[in-house]
């Protein structure tokens, strides 16, 4: 099998490429499915995620959505299910089946490494302490492992700092999307009102443009970036860090210079969309750590024709 990049070479910084649901963009396999993960291992990927639920009776299984209907041939919420009964679905346009959580760790525990997982935590309800200590006790045969990282990242701020009471050893990402945003698309969403700087904020100081746009979103994101203590990344989107530079502020220079030694990720990047050359050489310069893609095989195509 051919070899897959793992980073693209920039003015001397290694950027890792992450493997957004555990896609490489070929469509071997559908989406955060357990062979797909054992493709990327075999292949040599640095820098896998795929996202996690959680069943009625406390099963974390890899899908992305609340509800079963998009991606499996199941309907109704994942949370009112139970994971015997998912177990029984298959993923859409394939005869394979829903994994668990605890399938992928048998899975993570026998890649050789160096492989950093990203767990995307998808629950958005508050999880109990027990349910979290459940996600932990879940992933605990791969923490210590030699040669892989296991990062638990999630939008819930009050999720994670559930996690990091629980189990403080777990490492931590947040996007703080939720807190501070711009707008994307035409469904809604929180923050619900794009504010006076244009950005998706429902903070009072958004109200009314007092600011040099600059500095609001300095202290925005300074604010957000303390919401859990001790995170290792920081996930951006990539439209807010696009339209952040656009208005003279660069968020990944700022969250360096906050959090020195923790990395900033920016999702979701595809070489299929427009202007992706100009926007993938927009955020090298900007100095992001990691780029997240559903088509890391052609991002790195098109970086090195990109590349002088």
């Known amino acids: 099998m051919q070899p897959l990049p793992t980073h693209l070479e920039y003015q001397n910084r290694r950027v890792l490429l992450k493997y957004h649901r555990a896609q490489t963009g070929e469509r071997h396999h559908p989406p955060n499915a357990l062979s797909a993960i054992k493709e990327l291992i075999a292949r040599g ?31 109704g919420p994942v949370r009112l299910a139970t994971h015997t009964e998912i177990k029984r679905l298959h993923l859409r346009g394939s005869h394979e089946r829903v994994a668990t959580l605890a399938e992928a760790v048998a899975v993570l525990k026998e890649a050789e490494g160096p492989l950093k997982v990203q767990v ?9 302490e027990e349910e979290a200590d459940w996600l932990y006790q879940t992933l ?55 504010n006076a700087y244009g950005y998706l904020d429902d903070h009072p100081l958004g109200y009314r443009k007092v600011l040099p746009t600059p500095r609001y979103l300095a202290d925005r994101l300074e604010a957000t970036s303390y919401l859990v203590p001790g995170v290792r990344e920081f996930y951006l989107r990539k439209e807010f860090v696009l339209k952040a530079l656009d208005d003279g502020f660069n968020p990944i220079e700022h969250l360096h210079r906050l959090h020195p030694g923790v990395a900033v990720d920016v999702w979701t990047l595809d070489a299929s969309e427009e202007n992706a050359r100009e926007k993938l050489l927009r955020l090298l310069r900007a100095g992001v750590d990691q780029i997240t893609s559903n088509t890391p095989l052609a991002l790195a195509r098109l970086f090195e024709l990109a590349s002088p």
């Not at 996202?51 to 199941?74: A, C, F, S």
């Open 45 to 75: 990927a640095r820098a896998i995620e795929f996202d996690v639920g959680i069943t009625l009776d406390g099963v974390y299984i890899l899908l992305h959505d609340p509800h079963l209907e998009r991606e499996t041939t199941g309907v």
């Open 140 to 194: 605990k045969p791969l923490l210590g492992k030699n040669g892989v990282e296991v990062v638990v990242g999630c939008l819930a701020d009050w999720n994670l700092r559930t996690l990091r009471r629980v189990a403080p050893e777990l490492e931590l990402g947040f996007d703080p999307a939720f807190h501070l945003d711009v707008p994307v698309g035409e469904f809604l969403r929180l923050p619900v009102r794009t």
């Open 120 to 128: 995307d935590l998808k629950e958005t309800v508050p999880l109990s």
